[in-house]
């Protein structure tokens, strides 16, 4: 029993015990407002517990009491908001918002000298771009599980990868793809394809899903055939890219296989379309299975090429290159019709992608991805062992802990349930098999949809979160653009059940469900982390260099470590801000009027700005974050003499 079920079920919490109670007899007697407390007189209180069963009693099992913790973390991509998010599940509450690829004023990221170091600058100091999409979020594992270490995640527009370390939910480094557009799925791979030792994530790989000229500088803009989408691998610790792989056709998500050996990507422009009419003219598309030690012996045996400017190896995995399965370094398993999304099962047997255009999900097995790999399948159509109907519109797939499959329906505002042996089953020609088991309405539209620890082999199967596209008509309406719903399904039982709906900020796309007890944050800095640390109140001082200058500050509630610090017009000042506090929570802020200064520090952290000081007068620097109760008079003045 989990922590959140025994909590709501325990008569002695008398506030839960005492809602429930109204609940019930709301239910009961159908009475409001003053016509209550009579309707509650009357009610015996097992009666009330069984009418509470029948009338919304489900989500009750599932509610987090005021005062308990969630079971789960929800991380989630914020789209083309640049951010990721992380929600508490099963309440649905917000915690908190990681800027990445945006500016974000709460904490300074974008503005700090440490945070633009990270997202990159132009040679102006200002930064290189102030947009960002984000679709897809993963952790690091070990041992086929997350281990709390990394979140990654992607910028679609500007084609960058971003890490965030998990400990202070903070992005600390960004990685820019060379040569790609359209940067869409990833995936950290599970272990070393080679070395068995290596039971953790080493590599990240991100598929391109726009095909450009390669080099993509201004020749052959108006011949696609030219075009190409390049596979890219990471160094999960470096950030650098180690490697990429043109392909014939482009990717769009992106999967591993437990093992490491094996990555996956599901092509929709097998065509090389460039308009969506030439994008949806095949039958059949494909999801492609990068060998990645093949990969990584031809890189070493300097089978490889660079393209442009750029020094990345790249190796040759169009089709045909690679006929010969023996040597082949891509393997391309034909689907049908414009194929989206790739999930393995979690005992890693199974691929599984939906057909978005065919009513169909294929299952590709594993195995015989390596059988053809060996030489020893002929077609690698034959790796596919099950293509149920499921219904219409299917895009992404979760999975729990018993064989079933969850599959989104974006045309028919539905998750299906099917099972993956009857699906196989059903496909080997026993007709009377119905793989399918159940079916959910959502609202509306779902895209991404996932499991409760899915994307690990310690899948749970308790809970499914379906990421909608369109909310209508569930919440107030807030002018044109909508909230968007994320629903929560109970997919312990046969039946699943909706528990509940919860608003996210446009536009959530994908998230992972993490069990809490694998994610460990830190909640106070090592102020040896960082290199430009005020360590002493005494070091506090102004220090000038030419024309630059540089305040060295700290602050320990409720005040700063030196009322005032003076500058001259024209000065180029570099504020440095240690917070000393040591508790908990006791964060800092710090704005400076008309400069466009506003940035936070943590305990025992250190942050710092750089501007010119263009304007002369007195400039009240002051505490922005509610932390002591003389909050109000945390301040300090910068005082800009005329030159
Ligand atoms: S994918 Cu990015 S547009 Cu994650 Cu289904 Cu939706
Ligand atoms: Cu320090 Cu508010
Ligand atoms: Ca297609």
């Given at each position: 029993?989990?922590?959140?079920?025994?909590?709501?079920?325990?008569?002695?919490?008398?506030?839960?015990?005492?809602?429930?109670?109204?609940?019930?007899?709301?239910?009961?007697?159908?009475?409001?407002?003053?016509?209550?407390?009579?309707?509650?007189?009357?009610?015996?209180?097992?009666?009330?517990?069984?009418?509470?069963?029948?009338?919304?009693?489900?989500?009750?099992?599932?509610?987090?009491?005021?005062?308990?913790?969630?079971?789960?973390?929800?991380?989630?991509?914020?789209?083309?908001?640049?951010?990721?998010?992380?929600?508490?599940?099963?309440?649905?509450?917000?915690?908190?918002?990681?800027?990445?690829?945006?500016?974000?004023?709460?904490?300074?990221?974008?503005?700090?000298?440490?945070?633009?170091?990270?997202?990159?600058?132009?040679?102006?100091?200002?930064?290189?771009?102030?947009?960002?999409?984000?679709?897809?979020?993963?952790?690091?594992?070990?041992?086929?599980?997350?281990?709390?270490?990394?979140?990654?995640?992607?910028?679609?527009?500007?084609?960058?990868?971003?890490?965030?370390?998990?400990?202070?939910?903070?992005?600390?480094?960004?990685?820019?793809?060379?040569?790609?557009?359209?940067?869409?799925?990833?995936?950290?791979?599970?272990?070393?394809?080679?070395?068995?030792?290596?039971?953790?994530?080493?590599?990240?790989?991100?598929?391109?899903?726009?095909?450009?000229?390669?080099?993509?500088?201004?020749?052959?803009?108006?011949?696609?055939?030219?075009?190409?989408?390049?596979?890219?691998?990471?160094?999960?610790?470096?950030?650098?890219?180690?490697?990429?792989?043109?392909?014939?056709?482009?990717?769009?998500?992106?999967?591993?296989?437990?093992?490491?050996?094996?990555?996956?990507?599901?092509?929709?422009?097998?065509?090389?379309?460039?308009?969506?009419?030439?994008?949806?003219?095949?039958?059949?598309?494909?999801?492609?299975?990068?060998?990645?030690?093949?990969?990584?012996?031809?890189?070493?045996?300097?089978?490889?090429?660079?393209?442009?400017?750029?020094?990345?190896?790249?190796?040759?995995?169009?089709?045909?290159?690679?006929?010969?399965?023996?040597?082949?370094?891509?393997?391309?398993?034909?689907?049908?019709?414009?194929?989206?999304?790739?999930?393995?099962?979690?005992?890693?047997?199974?691929?599984?992608?939906?057909?978005?255009?065919?009513?169909?999900?294929?299952?590709?097995?594993?195995?015989?991805?390596?059988?053809?790999?060996?030489?020893?399948?002929?077609?690698?159509?034959?790796?596919?062992?099950?293509?149920?109907?499921?219904?219409?519109?299917?895009?992404?797939?979760?999975?729990?802990?018993?064989?079933?499959?969850?599959?989104?329906?974006?045309?028919?505002?539905?998750?299906?349930?099917?099972?993956?042996?009857?699906?196989?089953?059903?496909?080997?020609?026993?007709?009377?098999?119905?793989?399918?088991?159940?079916?959910?309405?959502?609202?509306?539209?779902?895209?991404?949809?996932?499991?409760?620890?899915?994307?690990?082999?310690?899948?749970?199967?308790?809970?499914?979160?379906?990421?909608?596209?369109?909310?209508?008509?569930?919440?107030?309406?807030?002018?044109?653009?909508?909230?968007?719903?994320?629903?929560?399904?109970?997919?312990?039982?046969?039946?699943?059940?909706?528990?509940?709906?919860?608003?996210?900020?446009?536009?959530?796309?994908?998230?992972?469900?993490?069990?809490?007890?694998?994610?460990?944050?830190?909640?106070?800095?090592?102020?040896?982390?960082?290199?430009?640390?005020?360590?002493?109140?005494?070091?506090?001082?102004?220090?000038?260099?030419?024309?630059?200058?540089?305040?060295?500050?700290?602050?320990?509630?409720?005040?700063?470590?030196?009322?005032?610090?003076?500058?001259?017009?024209?000065?180029?000042?570099?504020?440095?801000?240690?917070?000393?506090?040591?508790?908990?929570?006791?964060?800092?802020?710090?704005?400076?009027?008309?400069?466009?200064?506003?940035?936070?520090?943590?305990?025992?952290?250190?942050?710092?700005?750089?501007?010119?000081?263009?304007?002369p007068g007195l400039y009240w620097c002051y505490c922005t974050h509610f932390c002591h109760a003389l909050h109000l008079e945390m301040r300090s003045r910068m005082?800009?003499?005329?030159?």
């Amino acid at each position: 029993m989990s922590d959140t079920e025994h909590q709501s079920q325990n008569p002695e919490n008398p506030e839960n015990t005492s809602r429930r109670k109204f609940l019930g007899a709301a239910a009961l007697t159908g009475l409001a407002g003053a016509g209550l407390a009579t309707g509650l007189a009357a009610l015996d209180p097992v009666e009330a517990k069984e009418e509470e069963a029948e009338e919304g009693g489900e989500s009750c099992k599932f509610e987090v009491p005021p005062g308990q913790l969630d079971d789960y973390y929800i991380f989630s991509s914020g789209g083309h908001s640049g951010e990721a998010r992380i929600y508490g599940s099963p309440s649905g509450r917000t915690l908190k918002r990681i800027p990445v690829f945006n500016i974000d004023p709460m904490v300074g990221w974008g503005i700090t000298n440490e945070s633009k170091k990270v997202i990159g600058t132009k040679p102006d100091g200002s930064l290189k771009y102030i947009t960002g999409d984000t679709h897809h979020i993963h952790g690091s594992y070990t041992d086929g599980t997350y281990d709390g270490k990394y979140l990654w995640i992607n910028d679609k527009i500007h084609g960058r990868l971003a890490r965030i370390r998990m400990d202070y939910m903070e992005c600390d480094k960004i990685t820019e793809l060379p040569n790609i557009q359209g940067f869409h799925g990833l995936f950290p791979d599970k272990r070393d394809p080679v070395d068995p030792k290596i039971n953790h994530t080493t590599r990240v790989f991100c598929g391109g899903e726009f095909h450009v000229p390669l080099p993509n500088d201004g020749r052959d803009l108006d011949d696609p055939k030219k075009w190409g989408c390049l596979f890219t691998c990471v160094d999960a610790e470096s950030m650098e890219v180690r490697w990429q792989c043109k392909l014939s056709g482009n990717m769009d998500l992106v999967a591993t296989s437990y093992d490491g050996k094996l990555a996956a990507a599901n092509q929709y422009n097998t065509e090389g379309g460039a308009v969506y009419t030439d994008m949806m003219s095949a039958e059949h598309d494909a999801v492609v299975f990068f060998h990645i030690e093949r990969i990584e012996a031809a890189i070493k045996a300097g089978k490889s090429f660079t393209i442009g400017d750029s020094k990345v190896p790249v190796v040759d995995g169009t089709k045909e290159a690679n006929q010969d399965p023996k040597t082949a370094l891509v393997c391309y398993v034909p689907v049908p019709k414009n194929p989206h999304g790739v999930n393995i099962t979690p005992d890693g047997k199974y691929f599984v992608s939906s057909g978005k255009l065919s009513p169909t999900a294929s299952v590709t097995a594993t195995e015989l991805v390596y059988k053809w790999f060996a030489g020893e399948l002929k077609n690698p159509r034959d790796a596919v062992v099950a293509e149920p109907e499921i219904g219409l519109g299917p895009l992404h797939t979760g999975f729990d802990d018993k064989g079933n499959a969850y599959t989104t329906l974006f045309l028919d505002s539905q998750i299906v349930k099917w099972n993956i042996d009857k699906a196989i089953a059903q496909f080997k020609g026993d007709k009377k098999i119905q793989p399918v088991l159940d079916r959910i309405d959502v609202h509306y539209q779902p895209g991404h949809g996932y499991t409760s620890m899915g994307e690990t082999k310690e899948a749970d199967g308790k809970f499914f979160n379906s990421g909608n596209k369109f909310s209508k008509d569930r919440f107030l309406p807030v002018g044109p653009l909508h909230v968007e719903t994320e629903q929560l399904i109970d997919i312990s039982g046969d039946k699943m059940k909706l528990i509940h709906d919860h608003t996210a900020y446009p536009e959530p796309h994908d998230a992972i469900i993490v069990r809490r007890d694998l994610v460990k944050t830190r909640q106070i800095y090592n102020m040896d982390d960082f290199p430009n640390a005020v360590k002493n109140f005494a070091d506090s001082r102004v220090e000038r260099n030419g024309n630059k200058v540089t305040i060295y500050l700290a602050s320990i509630a409720p005040m700063y470590s030196m009322t005032d610090f003076k500058v001259k017009k024209g000065d180029e000042v570099t504020i440095i801000l240690t917070n000393h506090d040591k508790v908990e929570d006791l964060t800092h802020g710090f704005a400076i009027p008309k400069y466009d200064i506003c940035f936070i520090v943590n305990p025992q952290q250190t942050a710092s700005v750089t501007f010119i000081a263009d304007k002369p007068g007195l400039y009240w620097c002051y505490c922005t974050h509610f932390c002591h109760a003389l909050h109000l008079e945390m301040r300090s003045r910068m005082l800009v003499e005329p030159a």
